[in-house]
């Protein structure tokens, strides 16, 4: 299990970008009063910069989310894992079909600022994104 946990927030970063980590000294004031903010329960954030964007990587009750800000602090996406089984029906159904070979190793509910609500599969080192009804996007 802890394996598949590491997968997961191994992958998580990948699923917004592909970013470089970095201190939190090198992150803006108004992204650390953001979290603080937002999360003030949190106490160990790990920070990647990708584009301009800054990336908080964090626990709550042992779930592993990361946040997406702006270097304003605006909140442009939020990820949080959650159980295979809670992804769409459609998910499985389209792995099944598309990948027989493969499982899906980890998911994640990717909520951007505007509510609109995706889902991503992990197979093979693999990140596949689905809509929120389940139907595939990439």
């Known amino acids: ?21 970095i201190n939190e000294s090198k992150v803006p004031e108004a992204v650390k009063k953001a979290m603080k903010k937002n999360y003030a329960s949190v106490k160990e954030i790990k920070w990647e910069k990708e584009d301009g964007m800054y990336e908080a ?11 997406l800000l702006d270097a ?15 992804l769409p029906k459609a998910v499985s159904e389209y792995v099944k079909k598309n990948h027989p070979k493969s499982k899906i190793i ?15 599969a992990e197979i093979k080192g693999k990140d596949l994104f689905f809509d929120s009804n389940g139907k595939f996007i990439k």
Do not use: R
């Not at 980890?106 to 991503?120: L, Q, W």
């Open 72 to 86: 304003e602090g605006n909140v442009k996406e939020t990820e949080h894992e959650i159980s295979i089984t809670d």
């Open 57 to 67: 990587g964090f626990e709550v009750n042992k779930v592993k989310n990361s946040v």
């Open 1 to 21: 299990m802890k394996s598949i946990t590491l997968l997961f927030f191994v992958g998580s970063f990948a699923t917004i970008s592909i970013g470089q980590t």
């Open 106 to 120: 980890s998911a994640a509910k990717i909520t951007d600022s505007k509510g609109v609500v995706k889902f991503e």
